[in-house]
């Protein structure tokens, strides 16, 4: 399994370059898997729906599946911290790669995806695991890298960069616990 971050200040344009890279890896043959990092409470349930309402009467976790999908829903009763890592545990072992958006003090390998017009400070300066930057003002990088930069425009061109470089994003998860 490859396992490559995103990571950026909101704004940046994360979850659209991941949402174009799925269906760009996947035209590769790849199968591809996202975890997404999100604030504290959010709910892909609707009050009424049955799995709500198992919820609501307190139950621990609440599996709901068609022949078409799976979802979990896991409530705890306590504040967990929860890594990256504990998250790609949770996943298929059959997927080819998963896209990590946000986690980004994660020790993965990331992507920086960075934009001038959002004002925000770039990261890849003082973040040893950023190893590209993908954005759309190269010319305005706040200061010289090595790293790889990737046009935030050419979704095809950041998935073929994946695809040649995927040694580096080899995931060991033994390395993690």
């Not at 068609?66 to 979990?72: E, P, Q, T, V, Y």
């Amino acid at each position: 399994m490859k396992v490559v971050g995103f990571a950026g200040f909101s704004g940046s344009g994360k979850t659209t370059l991941v949402e174009r890279l799925i269906p760009a890896l996947k035209l590769r043959g790849l199968r591809v898997s996202v975890i997404k990092h999100a604030h504290h409470n959010f709910d892909i349930d609707h009050p009424g729906k049955d799995t709500w309402r198992h919820r609501e009467a307190g139950a621990f976790e609440v599996v709901v599946a068609s022949d078409k999908r799976l979802a979990l829903v896991r409530e705890f009763e306590q504040p967990a911290r929860l890594t990256v890592h504990h998250l790609l545990a949770e996943l298929y072992e059959g997927v080819d790669w998963v896209l990590v958006e946000g986690f980004k003090d994660s020790n993965l390998s990331k992507m920086e995806v960075w934009r001038a017009s959002a004002g925000k400070p770039a990261r890849y300066g003082e973040d040893d695991f950023i190893v590209g930057i993908v954005t759309d003002s190269p010319e305005q990088l706040p200061e010289p890298t090595l790293r790889p930069v990737l046009d935030l425009n050419d979704p095809d061109g950041v998935a073929q960069w994946l695809v040649d470089n995927d040694h580096r994003f080899d995931y060991d998860a033994e390395m993690y616990t």
